[in-house]
């Protein structure tokens, strides 16, 4: 019952808005008859909204009118039209804000008053006029000409509901950015993000670089890739699921500080913390450790969180957060037993660490030994609870392929993830740069594969061979920018922060 309800009010929706469409194409060939070009390129506006209020909203309605002279010249889509007949008003929304607007057909003429007339809610329109006061003190501009920009022909959602179907929302981002400025200030945000990211490496020394996001060796994390085809070259390729392999080779080359902001794939599961095109910040210094990244870190994390929220604390769906350094720092088993509560036994012992892991729901292939099953056993008993910026090290050396080993401790290597308000943000390490090491463990990677596991890594010689040039001592991190967006933007879901995130196909 409730299927068809919903089926019989999706298809009232389409007639209404299918009856309006046709309405303002009715419209649309009536201006084309009085000569009025409907997508005109020649209008340029000279003032933005949020300027024209930042400059006069302080003024009075009597100042204003003292200052009839100055003309301001906007343009915008039309959101709001209220008719009186003679005269109306509306607000014109452009990339900045909007302001109301008022035209009166005995300022602009009868004949421009006719084409005003025709025009919808959704139009684009372009306006010139002084600033007044209407009798309720709003800011309005009085326009003494206008000019249709661009005519829309499909309306808006409705006003007072605007657009909430979520879907819908992914869907058709644009009506979404169109209708709900709390969406278009989440996108500012991530913008000011990755200006702020880019900044603070720059002022470090960094380079930032590209490197292939279609490889024929797809390395550098632990994920299953999505696959390609070049047909001139008549060779499979994959997209890549980390830039790692490539930033490091720069390494090799002599470029000591590099980054890349951009695009990896991973061809998972879809949730609220995973899409299968994310952006990731990688970044590699020579000559440091990871200790000295977990020290930048701080830094960076805080960095962004001052240009978007103001401070280092902050809510995050209702908890606070406080970024203030230094961050808690725990060894990765220590974790396990002071916050998962997990028998100390099962530590180092990997049959009872597989049997507890699959207890929780961990899936395990032949071959999975001890790090694999803790760090299942870690993602469900500890990292839920990491709300505050928390700095976890010591990681198992069988889940580290490309890490450095400890001097102290042969079955863990220098590692550390950060977790903040239950999730994984960043991945950082030394850096292995022994040649050898690195193919025993992509050998190990290899013994993974051909038992089933289809996220180990690939075998790349040639990157072995690069090592075997020389890399200097260095530490590499990332960063995901779609969970740093999330949390500085209070957003539950990653759909919320990339602009257009995977859907399955529209369904008729």
């Given at each position: 019952m409730a299927e068809q309800v919903a089926k019989q009010a999706k298809e009232k929706g389409i007639l209404e808005e299918n009856f309006l469409v046709r309405q303002r194409r009715k419209k649309a060939q009536e201006l084309k008859e009085m000569g009025v070009p409907l997508f005109p390129n020649t209008f340029r506006p000279r003032d933005e909204i949020a300027r024209i209020r930042a400059d006069y909203e302080r003024l009075d309605a009597a100042q204003l009118e003292a200052r009839q002279d100055l003309k301001f010249s906007i343009a915008g889509r039309i959101m709001a039209l209220r008719s009186f007949g003679k005269a109306a008003?509306?607000?014109v929304q452009d990339r900045t804000g909007q302001i109301q607007c008022h035209?009166?057909?005995?300022v602009v003429g009868?004949?421009?008053?006719?084409i005003f007339k025709k025009m919808d809610v959704g139009d684009f329109?372009?306006?010139?006029?002084p600033l007044f006061r209407t009798r309720t003190q709003e800011l309005t501009i009085r326009v003494e000409s206008f000019s249709l920009v661009t005519k829309s022909y499909r309306?808006?959602?409705?006003?007072f509901h605007g657009l909430t179907d979520v879907e819908r929302r992914y869907r058709q981002r644009y009506l979404d950015l169109i209708m709900n400025q709390q969406v278009r200030e989440i996108f500012r945000a991530r913008s000011k993000i990755i200006q702020t990211i880019r900044a603070f490496l720059d002022d470090r020394g960094f380079m930032e670089v590209e490197t292939p996001m279609m490889q024929i060796i797809p390395g550098g994390a632990t994920a299953r890739p999505f696959e390609t085809y070049h047909n001139a070259l008549g060779m499979k390729l994959y997209l890549r699921v980390a830039p790692e392999l490539y930033l490091k080779r720069l390494v090799v080359g002599g470029l000591e500080r590099v980054y890349e902001l951009g695009r990896n794939f991973r061809n998972e599961g879809v949730s609220v913390r995973h899409n299968p095109e994310f952006t990731m910040l990688e970044f590699y210094q020579a000559y440091a450790t990871y200790e000295d990244l977990m020290v930048l870190t701080e830094e960076l994390i805080a960095e962004c969180a001052r240009a978007v929220t103001g401070g280092l604390k902050f809510e995050y769906q209702g908890k606070e957060v406080d970024l203030t350094p230094p961050w808690q720092n725990l060894d990765f088993r220590t974790s396990l037993l002071e916050i998962g509560g997990v028998p100390p036994k099962v530590l180092f012992d990997a049959e009872e660490a597989l049997g507890l892991s699959r207890e929780l729901g961990g899936v395990h292939r032949p071959g999975d030994g001890l790090g694999k099953a803790l760090h299942k056993i870690f993602e469900v008993t500890v990292e839920p609870h990491l709300w505050q910026p928390t700095f976890i090290t010591g990681f198992p050396k069988e889940i580290s392929p490309l890490?450095?080993?400890c001097d102290h401790d042969p079955d863990v290597v220098e590692r550390f993830e950060f977790f903040i308000a239950g999730r994984e943000v960043g991945n950082g390490?030394?850096?292995?740069?022994d040649p050898d090491d690195q193919l025993e463990r992509f050998q190990a990677q290899q013994a993974q594969r051909a038992a089933g596991d289809e996220e180990a890594q690939f075998m790349d010689l040639d990157y072995v061979r690069a090592l075997e040039y020389g890399m200097p001592p260095t530490a590499g991190e990332g960063v995901g920018i779609d969970r740093l967006v999330m949390l500085l933007t209070d957003q539950p879901s990653i759909r919320e922060v990339i602009l257009f995130p995977l859907l399955r196909p529209e369904r008729g």
């Open positions: 008003f509306i607000k035209i009166q057909r005995d009868p004949e421009q008053y006719a329109i372009g306006v010139t006029g309306p808006l959602p409705e006003k890490s450095r080993t390490f030394s850096e292995l740069n």
